[in-house]
């Protein structure tokens, strides 16, 4: 081992840690290390951003979601423009044309209307209890501003997506949450007390992990009766997500789990007379959480993926319900995207929150971990 | 090394054994069934011969029994080469799945092939130039390329070919192949549409494989042992593939049991958008309609699928890694 | 006074004395985001030929560096900065400079295993797993001296037989798993010296085996020696086993040499503080002028905070201040002893006298 000796001993970011321990509490430590890592930092600031506004996504929509506009199918993304200090969009006139009937839509800036930021619009329940209309930018009564176009029957697809962002980015949180508590409790259960346990369960995840996950998902979303309620549906897809998301966590938590039970600090509590909830609670689960977080952080990508994918099946989350992958049934049909292509942008949001979260839990790993 | 393939042959039934109750108890989970609207259609026609039918499909699948009953009906069923009847397409669930199941496992072995073919090299690059230019952009891709769900690269692939080169990328065959018998030209012609599928599958287990490539060899360079070939003399090329690179694959072929589901996953999605007659777009339809002898035919096909790749994985590993040899 | 009949360390160049390995102002840095750490700050030293030079020096001090850095072996992001690694040829001919190949390159590899070769510190992770003793043994053979399949077979089969391996055939095709770490560690000395090198550079070879394996390794070393007519490099912290290995010792501190003599000289009249410290903290060498065990005050720096002055002497029992923390050390001759380099200030002054004591109880 004499190369990864001589880099220790020479890279003196690990020498001041080290020199740093006796002082510092190791989340102290985590957090510095994390911080050193700057596409991580960026990564979360991103989501926090990205959560901020799913939490006031009613403030920040100018439509609501199911505001049709029978005159706007398929309406192209407003432009905006800088007129006499203010941002405003453009007056559009929209004209048939009798050859092909099709609608043609003129310009005109010369009838600018600035956008009217904090102006009432639609009423709504600000987290659900304070009712308010006061939205982030409106346009005048009578103009249409679609930021990202408008869908097949011309509802605001930058509303929807902001408030599709609702269902997508929790459910990957939810999910996840659930898939921690069981695969920690069955995980510590496993290396804690082995045998007979610890033989089931690692047979049962075994188990699970030898069914091809999409399609497990599908065939358990698909049992799902179609006339549920959307938060029942959201409930039920939740859960699909994290019965089958736990296994890959709980092994982990039990490998921690096995390693520490070995340790000298355990075995002295259990000299001690300690109980075993004393010891896991104390001396186990606080030592796995850190690595508990980072594997937690990095399934949530995968469980926003497939209730997207789900969606997008016409299994997971269904209309009147708005995620992204609902949104993205649109983009569908290859004749549509082409010329709306739009459309796509729910698909844009997937890959940057997926991305931002993958960045996010490398840094929490590398912080946690920083030799593996 | 026999006991070992026979021993895990015989975990393997077991497994399967375990997997078709759980998906046979699932897809039956919701009342309202495929074989109720078949057999009410029926009713609807009426008639002696209808009669008969709908006894002999309540006789044949216990449409009353408790489930254990029609699972129990199902099976002994299956061991005979029975696997049930589709009541969308009123025909033999035989009938319809293997040319599917067959084109699933050969996009899901070349999408395999792909993976490797293409992570190892560009993980063995990577590691090697760390802190490059090309290391950062190769990075960069592997998260997005994590980031894109299957269904949204074979959606952007379509739309890029269409709107681009004027193409359609959907379908395995050219029209004037479409049915016919197989020959040479056949074959090419489906080798020269199942790139994009194959290329679309393997993207996201592509950029993955590449960074847990990456990650293992990084590891593997601090070995003393890789100093040592060093030290003995040998080009730095030797050193990497002969020293290196094979002690890197081990957990890289470990991993493979969370690969093939997720390569699996992607095939069943991406044939549905660019719809390709494997098992996937049969396999959600099937769902959807509640058409359960048939899905739960595709979800096994898929399990053994899998199940079976999991012990190709294994008896890489006995071959690659002499110390878990004869275990 | 001991007096050594041969001269181990010369501090000029062109003396007669015959070496294998001469290294000049060697300067290695590991230049990190971080900063630049000096690793080596220019060192020089010879292996004098068929003789052993012990290197020796607490965790980080740099000897291991310095072993990899003469086969230009130093993991990045380490850097050799300058100096000149001479190498010499038991055939007698001139010296080469090895910093001038490059670092991967024929040349460059032409001499590692074949001319020079290094054996690790820790026999379990020395060996690749993947592949049977055998297969790694008749690499280097491949290599360096025939390109025949059988004859390198042989070869590798006859030195595992050398190195005292109990059934040579039989472990030529074992795996290194299937070994115990003596066994592991013959192994590598089996490599090592496959290709009957000119030196044989041992990082602490016998530091992670127990004391009888590492008494067989150490011996079978020496006799290999004798037959081979090899130098050795010998790296380690123990200074037990300098004593029963080495003929010549260099003491480093902190990527520098602060003291190098024959091995007589440094275990019975050690002049730089450092090492009497080092010396005073074996249990069987103390001098009972103290009952219990002394230990060096606090630990080696981190490497990116520079020292002023002598490097030691935030540790040093006789540290004087105003000279010890202000000004750099240069390395002396002691007048007595001309073979005998020290780098202290208790010499500075003391260069026409004859140090009566060689107690570092002099601190004011």
């Known amino acids: 081992m004499a190369t990864t000796q001589v880099l220790l001993e020479k890279a003196g970011t690990v020498q001041d840690r080290i020199s740093d321990i006796g002082r510092l509490s190791q989340w102290t430590l985590m957090r510095r290390r994390f911080m050193e890592n700057r596409l991580s930092v960026a990564g979360g600031l991103v989501l926090i951003v990205f959560y901020l506004v799913a ?6 929509t100018p439509y609501s979601v199911d505001a049709l506009d029978s ?27 009798k050859a092909n009937f099709t609608w043609v839509y003129t310009t005109d800036c010369n009838k600018a209307y600035p956008l009217q930021f904090f102006a009432p619009g639609y009423s709504y329940h600000l987290f659900g209890i304070i009712p308010m209309n006061i939205h982030l930018f409106e346009v005048p009564k009578g103009q249409k501003f679609f930021l990202w176009g408008a869908d097949s029957q011309g509802r605001d697809v930058f509303s929807r997506t902001i408030m599709g962002s609702r269902i997508s980015l929790s459910i990957g949180l939810v999910g996840v949450t659930l898939s921690v508590i069981l695969g920690s409790v069955l995980g510590t259960a496993s290396g804690y007390f082995g045998g007979a346990i610890d033989n089931v369960i690692q047979r049962f995840i075994e188990l699970l992990m030898s069914m091809p996950t999409l399609p497990l998902w599908a065939a358990f979303a698909a049992a799902l009766p179609q006339d549920m309620s959307v938060v029942k549906r959201y409930f039920f897809i939740t859960l699909i997500l994290s019965l089958i998301g736990w296994t890959g966590l709980a092994r982990q938590v039990r490998a921690k789990i096995l390693a520490y039970r070995t340790l000298d600090y ?7 007379g300690a109980s075993s909830w004393r010891i896991i609670l104390t001396h186990m689960l606080p030592n796995a959480l850190s690595h508990i977080v980072v594997v937690a952080t990095l399934a949530v990508p995968f469980s926003i993926l ?15 319900a708005v995620s992204w992958g609902v949104l993205l049934r649109d983009a569908q049909q290859l004749s549509v995207v082409e010329s709306h292509l739009w459309l796509m942008i729910p698909a844009l949001c997937v890959i940057l929150a997926v991305t931002c979260f993958q960045l996010l839990g490398d840094g929490f790993r590398d912080a946690a971990d920083p030799y593996s | 090394m026999v006991n070992y393939v026979l ?54 699948y216990g449409l009353n029994d408790p489930i254990p009953v029609k699972y129990w009906k199902w099976v002994s069923g299956v061991v005979h080469g029975d696997f049930g009847e589709s009541f969308t397409y009123q025909e033999p669930v035989g009938s319809l799945i293997w040319s599917r199941i067959g084109f699933s496992v050969l996009l899901s072995s070349f999408a395999l092939i792909f993976t490797w073919v293409v992570a190892i090299p560009v993980g063995v690059y990577s590691a090697t130039h760390r802190y490059t230019v090309p290391d950062y952009v190769i990075t960069l891709i592997q998260f997005i390329g994590v980031a894109v769900p299957d269904f949204l690269m074979a959606l952007i692939l379509l739309v890029v070919a269409s709107k681009f080169f004027h193409t359609g990328v959907g379908g395995l065959f050219s029209q004037q192949y479409q049915n016919a018998p197989w020959s040479w030209a056949r074959v090419g012609n489906l080798l020269s549409h199942m790139w994009i599928p194959v290329i679309v599958i393997a993207a996201s287990a592509t ?18 042992y890789v100093q040592t070939a060093r030290a003995k003399g040998l080009r730095e090329a030797v050193v990497i593939w002969k020293h290196a690179v094979r002690n890197a694959l081990h957990p890289l072929i470990m991993t493979l049991g969370s690969l093939l589901p997720s390569l699996i996953s992607g095939e069943v999605i991406v044939s549905i958008v660019l719809n390709l007659p494997t098992t996937g777009p049969l396999y959600i339809s099937s769902l959807i309609n509640k058409d359960m002898y048939l899905a739960i035919t595709f979800l096994m096909a898929l399990s053994i699928l899998l199940v079976v790749g999991n012990l190709l994985a294994d008896l890489l590993l006995a071959w690659v890694d002499p110390r878990i040899r004869y275990e | 006074m001991a007096s050594t009949a041969m001269s181990p360390v010369r501090g000029q160049a062109g003396q007669a004395e015959d070496f294998v390995i001469r290294v000049e102002d060697l300067r290695v840095e590991f230049r990190t985001p971080i900063g630049v750490s000096s690793a080596l700050d220019g060192i020089t030293f010879e292996v004098p030929r068929g003789k052993t030079l012990g290197v020796v020096g607490e965790s980080g001090c740099g000897k291991s560096v310095t072993g990899l850095a003469i086969l230009q072996l130093v993991p990045l992001p380490g850097i050799i900065t300058s100096g000149r690694v001479l190498f010499r040829p038991h055939d007698g001919s001139e010296a080469i400079n090895l910093l001038e190949y490059e670092r991967m390159g024929a040349d460059m590899r032409g001499t590692r295993g074949k001319n020079i070769s290094m054996i690790f510190q820790e026999p379990m992770t020395s060996l690749n797993p993947c592949y049977t003793v055998g297969n790694q043994i008749k690499e280097a053979i491949l290599l360096h001296q025939t390109k025949n399949h059988k004859e390198a077979k042989e070869r590798a089969i006859d030195i595992l037989q050398k190195v005292g391996m109990p059934n040579p055939e039989r472990i030529f095709g074992s795996y290194p798993h299937e070994l115990s770490g003596g066994m592991r560690q013959r192994a590598m000395i ?29 011996e079978l070393m020496r006799e290999l020696q004798q037959e081979i007519g090899m130098s050795i490099m010998f790296i380690t912290h123990n200074l037990g086993v300098v004593a029963q290995m080495c003929d010549d010792v260099a003491v480093m501190y902190l990527g520098r040499i602060v003291e190098q003599a024959s091995v007589e000289e440094i275990f019975y009249d050690p002049k730089h503080p450092y090492t009497i410290s080092l010396l005073r903290s074996i249990p069987r060498l103390g001098t009972n002028r103290k009952e219990h ?37 240069e390395a002396l001759h002691l007048p007595s002893s001309p073979q005998h380099l020290v780098r202290c200030h208790l010499y500075n002054d003391l260069n026409h006298q004859e140090v009566a004591t060689s107690s570092g109880d002099k601190s004011s």
């Open chain 2, 207 to 224: 950029a993955w494989t590449t960074r847990v490539m990456r990650a293992n060899l990084l590891d593997v360079l601090n070995q003393q």
């Open chain 1, 266 to 272: 355990t075995m002295a509590s259990r000299l001690a």
């Open chain 1, 306 to 320: 497939g209730e997207t994918s789900l969606s997008f099946l016409g299994i997971g989350m269904l209309p009147p």
């Open chain 3, 190 to 218: 089996a490599m090592g010296l496959s290709c009957t090198p000119d030196l044989l550079i041992a990082d602490e070879p016998t530091t992670a085996l127990d004391v009888t394996t590492e008494a067989n390794i150490l």
């Open chain 1, 55 to 60: 939490i006031f996504a009613p403030f920040v």
């Open chain 2, 7 to 60: 021993r895990r042959l015989l975990y393997m039934v077991v497994t399967l054994f375990f997997i078709s109750i759980i998906g046979f108890f699932i897809i039956n989970l919701v009342p309202g069934s495929a074989l109720d609207a078949r057999i009410n259609q029926l009713r609807a026609q009426g008639g002696e011969v209808s009669y008969q039918e709908i006894e002999s499909l309540k006789a044949r």
């Open chain 1, 71 to 97: 005159n706007s199918q398929y309406a192209a993304p407003t432009a905006l423009h800088f007129i006499n200090g203010h941002i405003s969009i453009c007056g559009v006139t929209q004209t048939l044309n």
């Open chain 3, 293 to 329: 065990l002394e230990v060096i005050r606090g630990s080696v720096p981190d490497p990116y905070t520079r020292v002023s002055g002598c490097p030691f002497h935030p540790r040093c029992p006789s540290f004087m201040p105003g000279i010890c923390d202000k000004v750099y050390p």
